[in-house]
């Protein structure tokens, strides 16, 4: 696609149930990452993916948050038994993978969890 | 641990005037340095990408430099319009190309 498109724009959810957050890179991007931002905070690294694989998963904030990515395009973001601290916007961001260029970030997807 | 600080946190001024933001960092072994804006509601948009063996790189009204031994960058916007208004956001590039970003310079362009 011509940017990063990220689904869905918007999700509400009550405490305790699971969200998927899906996240579809620029075409021919082999590097994906995923940020979190929330409310009046600056962006915090999650995890990041070169291909399918994830070399770094330092950012992933609890072992309820979990992450994948096949045919090296679409990537998931889980996130099991929400809690209320998990409300943010969630911004995904791909680059082309070979050195150490720009990264393109989508529109986010805003999560309230009540 | 790389922290990235952003100096004012926020700026008014009237349409028409230069002005500069300011971001440092603390570990001087970057990849890059790359600045985005990031408007009310949306993503972030990339504004200039400077390579650590860079020192500046323009792009219409704006520049922004970098000098890596002292661990601070510049973004320069010159003729500021109220369409400039928006969160202005430096991060550096570590390996793999993960960003740590700054909290920001909220910039307002007033008519």
């Known amino acids: 696609g011509a940017g990063v498109s990220q689904s869905p724009s918007n999700k509400v959810t009550e405490k305790g149930k699971d969200v998927e957050l899906r996240c579809d890179p620029i075409s021919g991007h082999t590097a994906l990452y995923w940020y979190r931002q929330r409310l009046g905070q600056g962006l915090e690294f999650l995890i990041y993916?070169?291909?399918?694989?994830?070399?770094?998963k330092s950012g992933l904030p609890s072992d309820r948050f979990s992450a994948e990515r096949t045919g090296e395009s679409v990537s998931t973001l889980t996130i099991q038994r929400t809690q209320q601290e998990d409300s943010a916007v969630y911004l995904c961001?791909?680059?082309?993978?070979?050195?150490?260029?720009?990264?393109?970030f989508g529109e986010g997807s805003r999560l309230t969890v009540l | 641990k790389q922290e990235v600080t952003q100096i004012p946190a926020a700026l008014s001024v009237p349409e028409g005037e230069n002005l500069v933001l300011n971001c440092s960092f603390t570990?001087?072994?970057?990849?890059?340095l790359q600045w985005f804006r990031q408007d009310p509601g949306k993503g972030l948009t990339s504004l200039l990408l400077i390579q650590s063996s860079q020192r500046e790189q323009t792009s219409g009204r704006l520049n922004a430099s970098l000098d890596k031994s002292s661990g601070r960058s510049t973004l320069y916007i010159a003729a500021s319009q109220p369409g400039d208004s928006a969160t202005y956001l430096c991060a550096a590039g570590e390996y793999g190309n993960k960003l740590v970003f700054g909290a920001g310079t909220i910039l307002r362009v007033k008519s």
């Open positions: 993916f070169q291909g399918n694989s994830a070399p770094d």
């Open positions: 961001a791909s680059s082309s993978g070979t050195g150490y260029g720009e990264l393109f």
């Open positions: 570990d001087s072994a970057i990849y890059n």
